[in-house]
């Protein structure tokens, strides 16, 4: 089993910056050993449906929502075990819940799984969330 603990949410300005950090404990090992996948994605107040934010293959293939794309950068530091998205220039539609998602697959194939009933992508393991709140 793995367990993601994400942090690093709060409440800011439009136009400024937050970096989530997402550590990952359990059996890394095995995690990482696979060819994982891990990201982050959203959900906003009335949506039905998880946004996917970015995510990041163990071979380095990184995909951003059009919504992101040049304001958020996903890495990470796996002798720390832990995933971060920096945000930067940040909009109030930005504001959500974030979460971070891992598997042992690349995303290519939890892609293909499609979504659960409740709009969330079939990852294997997920975290409890951090709230971002973007005020204008």
């Known amino acids: 089993q793995v367990q993601l603990a994400e942090s690093g949410g709060g409440s800011v300005q439009a136009g400024g910056s937050l970096k989530l950090s997402c550590v990952v404990s359990g059996n890394t090992a095995s995690m990482y050993a696979s060819p994982y996948c891990m990201g982050w994605f959203r959900r906003s107040p009335g949506k039905e449906r998880e946004e996917g934010v970015a995510t990041i293959d163990k071979d380095g293939s990184i995909r951003y929502a059009d919504s992101v794309s040049g304001r958020f950068t996903i890495s990470q530091d796996n002798a720390k075990n832990t995933l971060y998205l920096q945000m930067n220039s940040l909009k109030p539609e930005d504001t959500a819940m974030y979460y971070c998602?891992?598997?042992?697959?690349?995303?290519?194939?939890?892609?293909?799984?499609?979504?659960?009933?409740?709009?969330?992508?079939?990852?294997?393991?997920w975290g409890q969330g951090t709230q971002v709140t973007v005020s204008s």
């Open positions: 998602a891992a598997d042992p697959h690349p995303w290519t194939a939890v892609q293909a799984l499609g979504v659960m009933a409740e709009g969330r992508y079939r990852f294997n393991y």
